[in-house]
């Protein structure tokens, strides 16, 4: 199942399956890549940040910028 990660629920890990091309240099420069794993940490209600964890790296990303990553997460 693909996912905005955005729509991950807190401590849901997945797979970057792909990125909107406008920030995909941006994200890229911070280790956020296709194929990376990704784990959802926190987020904030009302369209706030999210905080995510790749590979060792805790980093926050604003809740635009987070709906244009897009996840494969195995269903349950």
């Known amino acids: 199942m693909i ?7 807190y401590g849901e ?5 792909s990125i909107g ?9 911070m280790g956020i ?4 794993i990704i784990r959802m940490d926190t987020k904030q ?9 790749v590979d060792k790296s805790t980093t926050s990303l604003g809740f635009g910028l987070a709906q244009k990553i897009f996840i494969e997460v195995k269903e349950q």
């Open 3 to 9: 996912k905005s990660l955005t729509e991950l629920e």
């Open 13 to 17: 890990t997945g797979i970057i399956h």
């Open 21 to 29: 091309e406008g920030v995909k240099p941006k994200l890229c420069g």
């Open 33 to 36: 890549r296709d194929g990376k």
């Open 45 to 53: 209600p009302i369209k706030g940040p999210v905080v995510v964890t």
